[in-house]
T-cell receptor, first 117, second 115 residues
């Protein structure tokens, strides 16, 4: 398997624009996680899905952020409108476990470095 | 709910040992350890479940003291390849005692191994 695939790897956008980050989890994994990493806040869990269903989105900072998982092989994280403080590296991770959550090894994608100017 | 890690940073010479600590203010179901090299994604090292187990991964091992709500990562005879930021992630013990929940990562410990 190619691992967790994220696109784009880098994104530079102007404030106010819509940004969509994409993630393809490892085939067969049933949990998917979106994390945001900054120097100030470290690795923050934004939302996670189990069997394509959002389980916990309490980490989503504002209504400007939304995430979807229409099927087992694809997820998106959308920011609309984007702001400079959204600049960060966004990681997607997937895992397989009997129950919801990261109870087994999670595999991270290479991340999307987002810069909002 | 974010766990506390110590030290924040450590510099070692090759062959030296190090200990990274992770503590929580809440009862834990599990502790997860990941290493992230600069510019790369975090990579899984190990998971420790409640029960006070100890695990090993090459010359890297960890312990979990659920009573103290702490975990420690031990790196022995460090190698240059051990350099990176080490994150512990903690999963709070749920009301059902066996329920899994989200993993919250600590701020990380930067480890640099020099020749």
């Amino acid at each position: 398997d190619a691992g967790v695939i994220q696109s784009p790897r880098h994104e530079v956008t102007e404030m106010g624009q819509e940004v969509t980050l994409r993630c393809k989890p490892i085939s067969g994994h049933n949990s998917l996680f979106w994390y945001r990493q900054t120097m100030m806040r470290g690795l923050e869990l934004l939302i996670y899905f189990n069997n394509n269903v959002p389980i916990d989105d309490s980490g989503m900072p504002e209504d400007r952020f939304s995430a979807k998982m229409p099927n087992a092989s694809f997820s998106t994280l959308k920011i609309q409108p984007s702001e400079p403080r959204d600049s960060a590296v966004y990681f997607c991770a997937s895992s397989f476990g009997e129950l919801a959550g990261m109870n087994t090894e999670a595999f991270f994608g290479q991340g999307t470095r987002l810069t909002v100017v | 709910q974010q766990p506390v890690q110590s030290p924040q940073a450590v510099i070692l010479r090759e062959g030296e040992d190090a200990v990274i600590n992770c503590s929580s203010s809440k009862a834990l179901y599990s502790v997860h350890w990941y290493r992230q090299k600069h510019g790369e994604a975090p990579v899984f090292l190990m998971i420790l479940l409640k029960g006070g187990e100890q695990k090993g991964h090459d010359k890297i091992s960890a312990s979990f003291n659920e009573k103290k709500q702490q975990s420690s990562l031990y790196l022995t005879a460090s190698q240059l390849s051990y350099s990176g930021t080490y994150f512990c992630g903690t999963e709070i013990l749920g009301a059902l005692k066996t329920s899994y929940d989200k993993v919250i990562f600590g701020p990380g410990t930067s480890l640099s191994v020099i020749p």
